[in-house]
């Protein structure tokens, strides 16, 4: 089974500044995938950014990048200049590629607010 | 298109007492699934489906029955509620059920439920 950790659960961060959010998974896959989702208090659960495990290069969506290192099992999630609508909960997620129910793992999330 | 659809937004529940969970998608996607959403915790996954007439259990299925008669409509049934369930439902929803990493899993902005 997999197990996605987010040691965050709460984190601040002033306006238009960067702020990074942690996450390590454990798993015996060497195929997968791994996300990250935005919470708004809308309670909408939003896909910001995902990643390939068998790519090494880091995704990024604008101001939204990820640092994946597959060997320490760890996706953090930096947002860049960091806007007052990312006030939001963060969950990490991971699924496996062997299509057995397109199923998530989340993590417990990071409750992250922006300040002005 | 309206996306993933749940009803209601909000429900209160006696112990025992029964009620389904509605969730529709007008994307002729294959793949439904239903995750509830605790304190603290992230998404887990009660029962999914990858077509119609096909469902199985996910990380957590006890206490609940799904169906899956048409493409469009995947409803949550609580046979008889306990205060344990009090959680926030999400429904989601894929294109396929064979998931490819282009493919985004839809959420629905989820039902609070309360057993009392």
């Known amino acids: 089974a997999q197990t996605v950790t987010q040691s965050q659960p709460e984190m601040s961060v002033q306006e238009a500044e960067t702020v990074t959010l942690s996450c390590t998974y454990d798993t015996s896959e060497s195929n997968y995938y791994l996300f990250w989702y935005k919470q708004p208090p809308s309670r909408q659960m939003i896909l910001v950014i995902r990643q390939e495990a068998y790519k090494q290069q880091n995704a990024t969506e604008n101001r939204f990048s990820v640092n994946f290192q597959k060997a320490a099992k760890s996706f953090s999630l930096k947002i860049s200049d960091s806007q007052l609508g990312d006030t939001a909960m963060y969950f990490c997620?991971?699924?496996?590629?062997?299509?057995?129910?397109?199923?998530?793992?989340f993590g417990g999330g990071t409750r992250l607010m922006v300040k002005p | 298109n309206a996306g993933v659809t749940q009803t209601p937004k909000f429900q209160v529940l006696k112990t025992g007492q029964s009620m389904t969970l509605q969730c529709a998608q007008d994307?002729?996607?294959?793949?439904m699934s239903w995750y509830r959403q605790d304190p603290g915790m992230g998404l887990r996954l009660i029962h999914y489906s990858v077509g119609a007439g096909i469902t199985d259990q996910g990380e957590v299925p006890n206490g609940y029955n799904v169906s899956r008669s048409t493409t469009e409509d995947f409803p949550l049934r609580l046979l008889s509620a306990a205060p344990s369930q009090t959680s926030v439902y999400f429904c989601a929803s894929s294109y396929s059920s064979v998931w490819r990493f282009t493919d985004t899993q839809y959420f629905g902005p989820g039902t609070r439920l309360t057993v009392l």
């Open positions: 994307m002729n996607h294959e793949y």
């Open positions: 997620a991971f699924m496996k590629q062997d299509n057995a129910g397109n199923m998530l793992t």
